[in-house]
């Protein structure tokens, strides 16, 4: 919704609409959260755009040393993944790709061996894991020594196959969104009855690790376990209902952002259902989750 700067200057009588600016640029990320069936939650995968270097072999120095950022960049993802626990990479696309997922696996299961029992890796039908690019010979090599089989779940079949989405991912998607909401919503309230400039600014990369990450350790151990269970890789149990997250009402920060000046009055309107509006995406995945 807002680029990396807005802002308005409040006069007298309100807002004056000519004060207005703001950039179009996107900021994205992908997030990869991982959990077992046994309940357990492991740290997070954050993957941030970052523009690559322009000086001739910097680049690769960054992607060996720095998970793709330059030196600047590099210093505050530090502080950020010391802070939450994340892992955080950086490319132009903020996308996952084959170098990150051997990371990911390595990271995650680089004690194993051929011997190791084998583990099962769930992976949806998203057309980013299994690309030639994703999937290629480096992934296999170190899936099949690590003894990890690796298993797409049909995009048909996900709402009954796949333990994120049978549990965990309305849960972790409502909690992102009453953060986002109440991150602009911060911004209007401490603005009203106040004759200060308006200066409306995204969430940044800090303020979207500890919100994946709060989000993340949220989840209860039942959750995870009841998602593994109803798609049968468990023996059922018997799990208490979990009571639905406060439905945040959308529309209405819509409107008050729309008041201001920050919303195109010609978008169309927002469905708290809805987790993304961009009518230039081809295709749209949020959050993809991997589980074991």
Known sequence: MLGL???NVAGDQGISDGAFSASNTKQRATVVLLAASDGNKYATFIV????DSMVDGLQIENDARRLGFGNNLWTESTDIQNATGAQ???NPTAWWNQDITVAWMEYFFGDRTGASEPVLLLLDSFSGHWTD???????????ERLNIKLKAVSPKLTWR???AHV???KPFKDGLRRKWVDHPRGQLERRRGGNQKLLMVPPNRD????????GWLRLSDQIIISGFAKCGFRDPLQHAAEPDDEVYDTASLINDL???GFVDRSVREIRTSMDVLDSTADEIDSITEIAV
């Open 161 to 163: 196959s796949q333990p």
């Open 88 to 90: 955080i990479y950086g």
């Open 207 to 214: 303020d979207v690790a500890e919100w994946v990450m709060e």
């Open 167 to 169: 549990a965990r991912m």
């Open 5 to 7: 700067k807005a802002q």
């Open 133 to 143: 690019n994703v999937m290629g010979p480096p992934l296999h090599t170190c899936a």
């Open 48 to 51: 941030s755009n970052t523009k």
């Open 258 to 260: 729309r008041e201001v």
